[in-house]
Each structure stands twice: as structure tokens, then as C-alpha cells.
């Protein structure tokens, strides 16, 4: 007998597409049976239009028809606040597992019926699963700052420990770790690490256990086959391939009309791309909207947005809703002001390219401005500003620089920023920033050569 694990992760802002949540659910339904198990990797609560209205509670909808069986935490499952976030652990219907994440003390949730590990006998195999969720969180989401985070590799050790002493045939590790899942894999006895927290998918083994992630946006769910004495095995399904679930449209449909944001505030001719491979490589037309935004409300010299905060997503074309815009950077998060030396702000900039952050791969680009011309050096990963403002780039001079005030707090990007560098901080988010400048401009970007890339 073989059991089948069904995994989805980061649906993220496919909550604000009802199609495609729809079908997400539909491939879940489709491809599941008596011997299957479903389970999440975080970051399916939040980001997106749909939780900021609703704190994340859309995902209950979700959670209710496809009945997961566990789940873990992503770092967006902590958007609105662990009170939140627990409100969602006690009315969804799996069993959330965790063995790193704390609170005042103790496990995190452990009240509510979070776990650190679960056995589930199903289709002949006894199957043990833990949870584990990255240390970054600190630095990655402000609302998370009264958490803790044990160091993964010892949880997943212990978890394992008692797992292997109830006689479990395999061990699966529900992760959120991003790219430490290799690091996982080869220093624990797991059998399966299902990962998520990276938009890339992937289906790997290292150093015998099988690493799966399915992506980001709800657009593939991963089949994983577990037989007792046997190597696991994995597929990748994409939604596209299946019926959407009419019923998880129809909900999904009453919740984005009841937000209320479906006022058209632009026109675009020329679809604007927002790929995983248009936000992490390079220059990019939905990157120039955001940080063009931010630079026209401040008055700044640069303007500068990290490609991990805008999401991927459908391009913008014909009209272009409020939601749409929203959906681009969907945090509750104003605009803060810098003033640097030139010196500093090349150093700050500097980040965008060649750096180790979780969430993402080793040869991303992690940056769009606006004011600046770049130049990216693809093989030393060293990032030189060439101009500032039409003029020749001053490396003495002092520049005001705007960005997300998020950008001031976390040590994961552009990590030479200090808050205390901060001269002034907005009062509206960044979304409304970006709503105001599309109600005042013509959304048409163009692709100009503020980032040139070399070697």
C-alpha cells in the first residue's frame, strides 16, 4: 500500500484571483483520495488584498473546502499578529505543526492545538510529520517580534526522535525554511522535507531525502507517493490542468466584491509582467510603477522598492483596478525617507545582487529604483551607481532616499540601511501611494536602463 501526500504552499495572493484559488482547490480535490494526506507550508493566510481586509481569515474559506490535514507556519502567516494568527489555528480544520516557533516561554499556540509533531496512519503507512518555520522571521515581519524561533535542525531532531520511537514507517518535515531545507536534509533523518517559502518550484533529493516545493500562488500542488520500505517518489501538478472548484470561485467572488476595491484607476495597453522572472531579474516595468511612486510622493533623489516585496502575480493590463495596484505590495507599511552620503547609498544598493536571503535564489536581483542609473556586475555581484538624477554620480554628496519603512527595520535586505538614517516617515502605506500616483499619471512604464547589467 502507498500513501500520497498532496502538497500546496504559499498560496499568497491567489486568494485575490478566484479562478485560480478555484482551481487550485479543484486539483486538490481531483487528485485526492481515502490514502491521501494534504498538507501546507505556509504562507497560505497572507499576503494580498483579500488579508488585509480580512486579516487573513479568507483563508478559512479556503482551508473549509479543501480540508487540509496538517498545516505549518509561513512568515506571512504572522502578518496581522500571532492573536491573528491564532484565531485561524483555532477555526481551521488541520492540525497545525510547529516545533521551533515560541511564545512567552513556551510553544507557540500549544493551547489551541498546535503541535509539535503528528502521526497519521493512512493507506497502510504509519506516517510521522513536524513543522518548522524560519528564524528570519524576526527580521523578515515586524508583526512577529514578540516570537521566538528555535533553531530548526535541533527541533526537527527531537521531533524526529519521538516520531521514530512510535514506529513510524517515514518522517515528513513540513518546512518554511526556504533554501536551509538542504541543510535540513542533511543533517536530520527525515525521509521527506516539504518545503515552501521560495517562489522556484522544485523536486530534489539530497543526501537521501527527497526536498519538494510547489511554488508560489496557488498555480501547482506537488503529489508525493510514500511506500513503507520504499524511496519516495514526487510529481508536480499544475492547476491549470484541472477544473477550478466552482463553489471555492463563487465564495471567493463574494469576498472580493464585498472589499470593495474594484474601482478602475488606470489603463494599460502594453500588459505589465509581474513573473517571478521579472521581479528578480533586473529592470522591470512593474518595478519602475512602484519605485516611481515612491519617489514622485517624497520629492526623493532615488526611490528604491526590494523585489521580494512586490508579488508575483497576473499582469496588469485593461483596467487596472484599485485591488490590482494593492495587490503589488499588500502590506500595511508607510514610506520612510533617508538622507546618506553617496558612499552609503552605494553601499546600500550594493545588496541588491549576490546575497544569501532564505526566500530566494543565490543569482536573484533584489532591487528597483527610480533616480538612478545602476550598473550590475553579474559576475563579482558588485553593484556601481553610474548617475542620480540625470547627473553624475556624487559619492560625497548627501541624497535622500525612499523606500518601504519595512527596509529600516529588517537585517535580511540592504542590511547597510539604519534606522537611523531615517529622516522622515509618511503617514499612508505604501499601497495608497502607489493608488494616489495611478490616479495622477498615466500607468506606462518603460524600460529606460536604470539597471545595466554587465558580464
Known sequence: MSLRVLQYSDVENACDDPERIGRLA????????????????????????????????????????????????????????????????????????????????????????????????????????TGVTTQRIASQNPMATDLTFRDPIPAVREAIAELRARDVDVVVVCSHLGRGDDEL??????DVVL????????????????????????RAVVEVTLTAGDEPSAALHSTREFARAPDVVDAFERLTAAAGLDEVVAHVDAPIERTEATLFGGESRVGNVVADA???????????????????????????????????????EPLGVAAVSGARLEAIVDDAAGIDLGFAEPDWW????????????????????????????????????????????????????????????????????????ARAHDIDPMITGRIRRIN
Not at 198 to 214: A, C, H, I, K, Q
Request: glycine fraction near 12%.
Open 26 to 129: 479543484g486539483t486538490i480535490r481531483a487528485r485526492r483520495d481515502d490514502g491521501t494526506v494534504v498538507v501546507g507550508t505556509g504562507d497560505n493566510t497572507a499576503p494580498g488584498v483579500l488579508p488585509l481586509v480580512t486579516n487573513g481569515t479568507q483563508a478559512l474559506e479556503f482551508y473549509e473546502a479543501i480540508e487540509p490535514d496538517v498545516a505549518t507556519f509561513g512568515n506571512h502567516d504572522f502578518d496581522f499578529g500571532p492573536d491573528a494568527t491564532l484565531e485561524i489555528v483555532e477555526r481551521s480544520p488541520q492540525t497545525w505543526l510547529s516545533a521551533n516557533v515560541r511564545q512567552n516561554g513556551g510553544a507557540f499556540g500549544a493551547d489551541v492545538g498546535v503541535e509539535p509533531w503528528t502521526v497519521l496512519d493512512c493507506a497502510g503507512v504509519r506516517a510521522g510529520f
Open 195 to 218: 518545503g515552501g517559502h521560495v517562489p522556484s518550484t522544485r523536486l530534489e533529493t539530497v543526501d537521501g531525502t527527497l526536498l519538494t516545493r510547489p511554488g508560489d500562488g496557488g
Open 294 to 332: 515612491y519617489r514622485w510622493k517624497t520629492g526623493a533623489d532615488v526611490a528604491l522598492q526590494n523585489s521580494g516585496g512586490i508579488r508575483s502575480g497576473p499582469p496588469l493590463e485593461g483596467e487596472v483596478t484599485a485591488a490590482d495596484l494593492i495587490s503589488l505590495v499588500p502590506f500595511d
Open 185 to 190: 536534509a542533511r543533517r536530520t533523518d527525515a
Open 366 to 437: 533584489h532591487a528597483h529604483v527610480s533616480g538612478a542609473v545602476l550598473e550590475w556586475d553579474e559576475t563579482t555581484h558588485d553593484v556601481t551607481i553610474r548617475e542620480v538624477g540625470g547627473e553624475p554620480f556624487d559619492p560625497d554628496a548627501t541624497y535622500h532616499l525612499a523606500t518601504s519603512n519595512y527596509l529600516f527595520a529588517t537585517t535580511d535586505e540592504f542590511g547597510t540601511l539604519e534606522p537611523e538614517d531615517r529622516v522622515r516617515t509618511l503617514s499612508e502605506p505604501q499601497f495608497d501611494v502607489i493608488l494616489e500616483y
